[in-house]
Structure formats: C-alpha cells, structure tokens
C-alpha cells in the first residue's frame, strides 16, 4: 500500500514535469533522481523525463555523482531544496533551482546572474535619450509648481 502511494506520487510528478514542459527548451534534457528500485516504479523514461532509480546509493549521491562527471556542469539545473546538495552541485559548478521555483516555471534565462546582469541591456544613445525627455518632464514639472505658487 505504501509503495503503490509513492508510485503514484513519483508518477504524478514526473507528469506533472512532462506536462507543463518544465525543462525550458526542448533542447534541455531532465532527469529525475529518485531513492529505490526501477521494478517499484515501472518506466525508466516519460516523454522528456528521463527517470533514474538508486540502488546502493543515495539519491542525493547520484545527484552529486551526475553533475561531478558532466563535460560541463556550468550547464545542469539541479531542482532541490536540500541545502547540502545545493552547495555541493554548486561547488562543482552546476545552478540550482529551488522546487517552488521549479514547479512555478520560473525563467530559467536569469539563472546564476545578478539583477544588474538579468536586466535588458539599452544603447547608450538610448539611455541619453531617456535621461533628456526625463529631465524635459521634470523640468516642465518644476515651471508649473512655480506658477502654480
């Protein structure tokens, strides 16, 4: 009975991931790391989601082990909330995603940058105009609060 309920909640996550196209793009691969036997479970791959089961390790292990031997960690998303797998992945060069985030489809785009780096980016010619029609308005502004005295 218990094993049946986490299979449909394994189950019912890795749809919910497939469904809603967490992953971005096509293009970004996931895969979802979970503790136990694949003969508990049933499929090893949904749609896009590709599933792996431990067996002799931890999950968080395998997490840790998958992004050590990626040609480029600088390109894995790890989603967890586990503060010690967070400051591993993170240490080996991976991102990290928190699962509220994750399941929010928040933009992946901003990812490991700063507010100043995730911001859209303007010419300066632009950035001139801007500043001069601001201190037109604000100049205009002033003038009718002096009339207005």
Known sequence: MLEQKLE???SFLIRLIDSKELRGSANNKVT??????ADV???EQFGSVEVIFTSGETADDKIKMIVEQAENSKNIIVVSDDRAVQYAVRSLGAKVLA?????????RANLGKSPSESKKKIGFN???MITHEME?????????NDHDS
């Open 99 to 107: 699962v509220k985030s994750f399941l929010k489809g928040k933009k």
């Open 126 to 128: 632009t950035e001139q």
């Open 41 to 43: 479970f049933g499929f």
């Open 8 to 10: 449909d909640q394994r």
């Open 136 to 144: 037109d308005i604000w100049l205009k502004k002033m003038e009718k």
């Open 32 to 37: 979802v790391v979970f503790d136990g036997r």
